[in-house]
């Protein structure tokens, strides 16, 4: 029995099996498939009762992770003992076994360390000394069913120890649940020999290829789960600085010292007693996450989901604070534990390095090809930067920030151990806050040529970052509970200063080439890097982090060294950080007010740069699937139009000059003479010619052209929209009230995502109507099948009402985890946004169809809908509309904007109100 399940208190109370032994032995018959299949409800019933009181346990102690997974794999062992007993002695009797009906069962794998949580698989293994004989094979087969009947997920393998050998050897994976192999059951001298020829036939001389393959398993895993141990929502068994990061590092040590628990590890060098201590702390609450999560779920689930947390939080009693949630504190002691977990890797790996050091090159890491001539003290250990003394920090504290510059300057790796000293003496750096050196060294590291990300990432694991910039402290491992966000709020800045570092190399080029052109020119090349590290800093505080984040930079720039007029500059920028995107996204573009406005909130052009850039890093860093082609289309839009305005002035080329010039634009895309675009153009108003770009109004008058020449009522076009990421739908109809919203409903019933919508008539009555389309994922309709529904779907819509209501109620609901975040709707009616119309946004959780609720509710309230501009920040969305009264006026009567706000308020929550009632 291990030291952990031997730990474990009143063992009895989690099954009895002396008792449960009588029970079986008082089973009758001669029938053996009966006689099993009662023995198995009765273990069947022990594992439910075991199960049970290992939860309450957990809820008296929910921090108690090592003793839930030990109490677990003893309650599986004492079912595999009694089966074991129970199939020997009354379904397959052998009095007299020969020496090749010998045999030994064995846990593996997780199993086999004596952890499980409540649905982990059970991990086993059945050894014989040779091939199996028919017997074993009775024993075997019988046990397999009967732990099947229990429910239990099994893996499971029956070899001969000739078996055993050939195959570890061959296959990393059978040799990695093999060095965790416990004795169960059976024949103990059995097992013995099979440790022994493990030991001596398959781990003797090999250490090395079996850690380089551990490391190889470890990066792709890394890889798959995204590469980060600041997800947020994590994979706790799979995902980096998860349960199987800690397990690796015990294999390793396993496997090149032969340690049997963990505490070991320290006798064998490879951690101090304090660092056991941090793996023991992280290994234990990884532990009780993950049993938490399998018994909320009930089943065996390892991703720590949005849905989740509050619960896990709950139970592990986190309290509010001001400024952050439970949640918010639970998760941000988890991404500390993921982090300390990585800190370990690095130093446990650091001693198996150097003890393998003469035998060949180092694990997965560079070399140096040149030794750097200025070290200030700093010595070079095998290409990497190391201390010549353990109190080499301590004697001059500027070294903490030091040794990060020189290592960003010379393209160094820090040496594990010299990361060591400095996470041990990262409090030293305090002192160091107002040292002018320090401060221009950091600067220097962050406004890097090289690889300031990587550098800054370094600093961050080893702590220094956050002790010299308290302010940047407060946001480690801080996670935003919202289905946007994907990463803590220092690794999204830190990921945000390297695209920023990516873009000035020219190798996002292809991706950003507006903001790649126009980085060279920005004047104040510190005062932007210094803006993206900032431009998140006061997330967490309680207030609007845009504004108290503009406090930090005012008063963080000085220390750094920064001239008051770079101050100004970051500040400014930290304040209006959100400004860029949220006039892209949620406001109409072709209003020549939208533009005007912005322009005056930004005055000068090299601001208008640095904020295009700060707002491209910025979404791009949120996550993978954020940005896209319609973003950047939106973006760019946005920046030129507020560049002529800033360069030129208020007048521009003047409404009418920049309508022929369009005009002139679309007759040479189409090849149409005079007299043909004539019609075109005295059909179309002045409105459409300035809201819609060139391309899309050449697909727009085909449109209109191929319906005049075949006499079509209804025409629906649509393509995929070259770098919009999006597919573009045409509708050109008879106008009616009220077509927008069917259409809303048609192309949500046919699986669409409406990103961006324009509503124009012609003088003639007809209706033209341009919808940008994605599929849920953010991609573009682009399968045939997939656009011929679409406009199956919209021609129904607007010849088949009945129908439409109907197919939206067949819709599911919207998914379960966006119903784990609070989301209150809001409407927002703004007459000053716009000269010609009433602006009204309404922010609400996002669901299914819900902009073809909003738009029937502006139908019925005889509002005429000019644009719709929608926006999706994860689980809330953002809808606007430019409306006008019947008569085309702005709408200013304020008993008729209250009723259109509680109207639409209304319809927002339409959908929760259904699922309450359901």
Request: hydrophobic fraction near 40%; glycine fraction near 6%.
């Amino acid at each position: 029995m291990s030291a952990r399940i031997a730990s474990i208190p009143n063992r009895r109370a989690i099954i009895d099996r002396r008792a449960l032994a009588e029970r079986l032995s008082a089973l009758e018959g001669r029938d053996i498939p009966k006689l099993r299949l009662a023995a198995a409800l009765v273990l069947k019933d022990a594992i439910a009762d075991g199960r049970s009181e290992i939860e309450k346990r957990l809820r008296a102690k929910p921090s108690a992770g090592l003793a839930t997974a030990a109490s677990g794999a003893f309650l599986i062992d004492q079912v595999l003992r009694l089966l074991w007993d129970f199939t020997l002695e009354r379904l397959y009797p052998n009095n007299n076994p020969s020496t090749a009906e010998r045999m030994v069962l064995i846990a593996v794998g997780g199993y086999g360390r004596g952890e499980m949580a409540p649905h982990s698989d059970v991990d086993i293994g059945f050894l014989t000394p040779w091939k199996q004989t028919a017997w074993s094979e009775q024993v075997i087969e019988s046990m397999l069913y009967s732990l099947w009947d229990m429910g239990l997920k099994v893996g499971h393998s029956s070899r001969s120890l000739d078996d055993m050998v050939r195959q570890a050897k061959a296959d990393v994976t059978i040799r990695t649940s093999l060095i965790e192999a416990r004795y169960i059951w059976g024949d103990t001298d059995l097992y013995d020999e099979a440790a022994r020829r493990f030991h001596h036939e398959v781990q003797a001389d090999t250490a090395r290829q079996f850690i380089a393959d551990k490391l190889a398993e470890r990066d792709a895993r890394h890889k798959k789960m995204g590469d980060s141990r600041y997800v947020v929502e994590p994979n706790v068994k799979e995902g980096k600085g998860g349960l199987r990061d800690l397990q690796t590092l015990f294999w390793i040590g396993k496997y090149a010292h032969n340690v049997r628990r963990a505490a070991e590890l320290v006798d064998a060098g490879l951690f101090t007693r304090h660092e056991y201590r941090q793996f023991n702390r992280a290994e234990n609450f990884l532990w009780a996450v993950r049993c938490h999560l399998h018994v909320i779920t009930g089943r065996a689930e390892d991703r720590l989901t949005f849905d989740v947390q509050p619960e896990i939080a709950e139970r592990m009693h986190y309290a509010d604070r001001p400024g952050k949630s439970k949640v918010e504190r639970f998760m941000q002691f988890y991404f500390l534990q993921a982090k300390r977990v990585g800190d370990l890797t690095g130093l446990f790996l650091a001693h198996l390095d150097e003890k393998y050091a003469a035998r060949g090159r180092r694990f997965g890491l560079p070399t140096i090809r040149r030794t750097p001539k200025k070290l200030h003290g700093f010595v070079l250990d095998r290409g990497r930067l190391a201390l010549p003394s353990d109190d080499f920090f301590a004697e001059y504290p500027v070294r903490l920030i030091q040794i990060f510059h020189l290592a960003g300057k010379h393209r160094l790796e820090i040496h594990p151990l010299a990361m060591r000293a400095a996470s041990r003496d990262a409090k030293l750096v305090d002192d160091c806050r107002r040292d002018p050196l320090a401060n221009s060294l950091f600067l220097d590291v962050l406004t890097s040529e090289r690889d300031p990300e990587t550098v800054l990432r370094w600093m961050n694991e080893a702590g220094v970052f956050g002790r010299f910039m308290p302010d940047f402290g407060r946001v480690v491992a801080q996670m935003q509970f919202d289905m946007y966000h994907h990463y803590t709020v220092d690794e999204h800045t830190i990921r945000a200063i390297g695209l920023l570092s990516k873009i000035e190399h020219g190798a996002l080029a292809e991706d950003h080439p507006l903001v790649t052109a126009i980085l060279p020119n920005i004047a104040a090349r510190r005062a932007l890097y210094v803006a993206v590290l900032l431009h998140d800093i006061a997330k967490g505080r309680g207030g609007d982090h845009s504004v108290l984040g503009a406090e930090v930079a005012e008063r963080l720039c000085p220390r750094l060294g920064m001239t008051p007029g770079e101050t100004e500059t970051v500040a400014w920028l930290v304040r209006h950080h959100l400004l860029m995107s949220a006039t892209a996204f949620k406001r109409d573009l072709a209003d020549f007010k939208t533009i005007l406005d912005f322009a005056e909130q930004v005055q000068s052009p090299q601001r208008l740069m640095m904020l295009l850039i700060l707002t491209t890093v910025d979404i791009r860093a949120v996550g993978p699937g954020i940005w896209n082609g319609w973003k950047r289309q939106l973006l760019t839009n946005l920046y030129e139009s507020a560049e002529e305005v800033l360069r030129l002035g208020h007048k521009q080329k003047g409404r009418d000059e920049r309508i022929a010039a369009k005009q002139a634009d679309v007759a040479e895309a189409l090849g149409w003479d005079d007299s043909r675009m004539k019609l075109l153009i005295d059909d179309l108003p002045e409105s459409y010619w300035i809201a819609e770009p060139v391309d899309v109004i050449a697909a727009n008058a085909r449109l209109i052209d191929a319906a005049a020449r075949e006499g079509e009522g209804l025409s629906i076009a649509a393509e995929v929209y070259p770098n919009q990421d999006a597919t573009l739908v045409s509708i050109h109809c008879a106008d009616h009230p009220g077509i927008f919203y069917r259409i809303a409903g048609a192309i949500h019933a046919a699986g669409g995502n409406i990103i961006d919508a324009r509503i124009h008539t012609s003088r003639s009555g007809q209706a033209i109507d341009n919808f940008l389309v994605q599929d849920p994922l953010g991609n573009p309709f682009d399968d045939p099948g997939q656009l011929s529904r679409l406009k199956d779907a919209i021609r129904e819509a607007l010849t088949n009402r009945a129908k439409m209501a109907e197919r939206l109620k067949r819709k599911p609901l919207p998914r379960l985890r966006a119903e784990a975040f609070e989301i209150h709707s809001n409407v927002f009616i703004d007459n000053n946004a716009s000269n010609r119309f009433t602006v009204i946004e309404v922010n609400a959780r996002d669901k299914p169809a819900l902009l073809h609720h909003l738009a029937q509710t502006l139908f019925q309230a005889k509002v005429t809908l000019h644009s719709a501009h929608i926006a999706t920040y994860g689980e809330r969305a953002v809808d606007t509309f430019y409306v006008t009264d019947l008569l085309n006026d702005k709408i200013t009567s304020t008993t008729r904007l209250a009723a259109l706000e509680r109207r639409l308020l209304e319809a927002a929550d339409h959908e929760e109100d259904t699922r309450e009632a359901a």
